[in-house]
């Protein structure tokens, strides 16, 4: 068992969780009440996949964070 501090962007705030082998970043985030959020190891790192096991990459004790997917769109434009 691994335990992490989740921390939430823009809030700040942190979470803790404990996880098993075999838990999914998807997991964690229901576990936490934020199914829309996406989990990363920092800022510059990629996403976890949803189904992803996050087990094995993460040490007991470290931070993750958890943040909204950004929107890209397209700037409408007049003429």
């Given at each position: 068992m691994k335990r992490?501090?989740?921390v939430v962007?823009?809030?700040g705030q942190i979470?803790?969780?404990e996880i098993q082998p075999g838990t999914t970043a998807?997991?964690?985030l229901h576990q936490i009440n934020l199914p829309d959020y996406l989990l990363s190891k920092g800022p510059n790192e990629p996403f976890f996949a949803a189904a992803e096991s996050i087990y094995d990459k993460v040490k007991d004790g470290e931070k993750i964070f958890a943040s909204t997917k950004a929107e890209?769109?397209?700037v409408a434009l007049c003429v």
């Amino acid at each position: 068992m691994k335990r992490l501090s989740v921390v939430v962007a823009a809030s700040g705030q942190i979470r803790d969780v404990e996880i098993q082998p075999g838990t999914t970043a998807g997991d964690i985030l229901h576990q936490i009440n934020l199914p829309d959020y996406l989990l990363s190891k920092g800022p510059n790192e990629p996403f976890f996949a949803a189904a992803e096991s996050i087990y094995d990459k993460v040490k007991d004790g470290e931070k993750i964070f958890a943040s909204t997917k950004a929107e890209v769109g397209v700037v409408a434009l007049c003429v």
